[in-house]
């Protein structure tokens, strides 16, 4: 069974840093392409970053140049790092899974191609 668990979470003044956990279990994140999502209060899910089981990243311009994506498959983990966050970016943050082997141009930010979903971590930033 598939889970992701992510943790990091918090509020920050703008400027600030944070960095995002996804805990993996049930598959190897190896295998898999993920990707990170953001809701706020009122707005749909974006597509904030991804990762497929080639390596290949792509972010939300958006987020570029502040936020890395980044897979450790020793820990079976995705992690997020945020930097100069600013007060658009408070949002609940997802975590996602898909057994596909690469995305193509942006598909790795849409969220219907994913399978599988964590809970969520609310990131809270403040100006």
């Known amino acids: 069974q598939v889970q992701l668990v992510e943790s990091g979470g918090g509020s920050v003044q703008a400027g600030g840093s944070l960095t995002l956990s996804c805990l993996a279990s049930g598959y190897s994140v190896a295998s898999y392409s993920m990707g990170w999502f953001r809701q706020a209060p009122g707005k749909g899910r974006e597509g904030v970053a991804s990762i497929d089981s080639h390596g290949i990243i792509n972010y939300a311009d958006s987020v570029k140049g502040r936020f890395t994506i980044s897979k450790d498959n020793a820990k079976n983990t995705l992690t997020l790092q945020m930097y100069s966050l600013k007060p658009e970016d408070t949002a609940m943050y997802y975590c996602?899974?898909?057994?596909?082997?690469?995305?193509?141009?942006?598909?790795?930010?849409?969220?219907?191609?994913?399978?599988?979903w964590g809970q969520g971590t609310q990131v809270t930033v403040s100006s």
């Open positions: 996602a899974a898909a057994p596909t082997a690469i995305w193509v141009g942006d598909s790795g930010l849409i969220s219907w191609n994913y399978n599988y």
